[in-house]
């Protein structure tokens, strides 16, 4: 089983049972940070459109309900759906939408260097 997986796999079991978990103003939430990953649930409402940024890190999406959009610089789109993931290396421009009349709700992942 490769690093990500494990990963993956402890992290939706952390989801899945309540985590830890702060939500700040926009809703969005800090399910567990320490010095090396950082895993957040983020919800695009209906007909979101993010502003176009550089990954600060690696990062991976598992859409854990719904379906959003990326929209990476040179890539062009892709609907990333429910139990479907999204990678974006450090230095990666892209954005995000949700097209969608539903809200998307997002397991992010950020891979914080050493």
């Not at 079991?13 to 809703?27: E, F």
């Not at 550089?54 to 759906?81: C, H, I, M, S, W």
Request: contains cysteine; hydrophobic residues 45%; aromatic residues 8%.
């Amino acid at each position: 089983m490769t690093i990500t997986r494990i990963a993956l796999i402890g992290i939706l079991a952390l989801a899945a049972c309540g985590g830890i978990a702060a939500a700040d103003a926009s809703g969005d939430k800090t399910l567990f940070e320490n010095d090396q990953v950082l895993v957040m649930e983020i919800v695009f409402p209906p007909g979101f459109k993010g502003d176009e940024h550089e990954a600060p890190v690696n990062e991976f999406a598992y859409v854990l309900d719904g379906q959003f959009t990326v929209v990476t610089k040179g890539k062009g789109k892709t609907l990333v759906r429910k139990g479907q993931v999204e990678w974006a290396p450090r230095g990666t421009m892209h954005s995000s939408l949700n097209e969608t009349k539903r809200p998307a709700r997002v397991l992010v992942v950020y891979l914080k260097e050493r």
